[in-house]
């Protein structure tokens, strides 16, 4: 199945810093979903988009979902060290029925 | 709250054992997913089904079957477990699609599985 293009593989920062990833597709998605999975554990969800340019926050989480509908975005403001794991990105498929992953992005956050 | 159980955490088999993995979402959803995660390859499906005793084979099928006699439960099994088969599965449910957005994918906690 078709795997999505994250960036970047990893990231080292200090703590306070922002963070930026991406997502991109070679398909439209009619939704775009981001989780965030710590060691050991399955993944949770942060932040869900089902329309092409909302632009959704929780907390310090700011996701968008592109324009073309093919691509999204996460920012984490101001990291801190709890922020520390593999982020990755979802998408859905016009069926609905089929989800689609990105690799992950590795967060270090340095104190 | 959303919950999506696994009821193993931690398994390890002997090579050429059967095993089972369960899994049971109390979201009343059509759909339901595993998956299998290992480092450098990211999620990759192994079944899917959209309903009961429906099933779909996904891009890793080989070596696994499903069943799925409730909507609730979806169970994966390994007839004869192999080494190869040492990882991370990943159950998840979603509610279905056919063109209505605004669905998202549920997982659960993980089964680490190691063959031995």
């Known amino acids: 199945g078709q795997q999505l293009n994250q960036s970047p593989q990893s990231m080292f920062i200090q703590e306070g810093e922002d963070v930026s990833m991406n997502c991109t597709s070679s398909s439209i998605f009619n939704t775009w979903l981001w989780y965030k999975q710590d060691p050991g554990e399955g993944p949770v969800l942060l932040i869900a988009l089902y329309k092409a340019g909302e632009l959704t926050s929780n907390g310090r989480l700011t996701a968008q979902f592109g324009i073309t509908r093919k691509d999204s975005f996460l920012n984490i403001s101001a990291s801190i060290p709890s922020d520390v794991g593999i982020y990755f990105c979802?998408?859905?498929?016009?069926?609905?029925?089929?989800?689609?992953f990105g690799t992950g992005t590795s967060l270090t956050v340095i104190p | 709250d959303v919950k999506v159980t696994q009821s193993s955490r931690y398994l390890v088999k002997r090579t050429g054992e059967k095993v089972f993995l369960e899994c049971v979402q109390d979201?009343?959803?059509?759909?339901m997913f595993w998956y299998r995660q290992d480092p450098g390859l990211g999620l990759r499906l192994i079944y899917f089904s959209y309903d009961v005793k429906m099933k779909e084979k996904g891009d890793i099928p080989e070596g696994y079957s499903v069943s799925r006699e409730k909507k609730e439960r979806f169970s994966l099994i390994l007839e004869s477990a192999s080494t190869n088969q040492t990882s991370m599965y990943l159950c998840a449910s979603s509610s279905p699609g056919q063109g209505r957005i605004g669905n998202t994918i549920y997982f659960g906690e993980g089964s680490w599985l190691t063959v031995v």
């Open positions: 979201m009343d959803h059509e759909n």
């Open positions: 979802a998408g859905q498929d016009y069926t609905g029925n089929q989800f689609y």
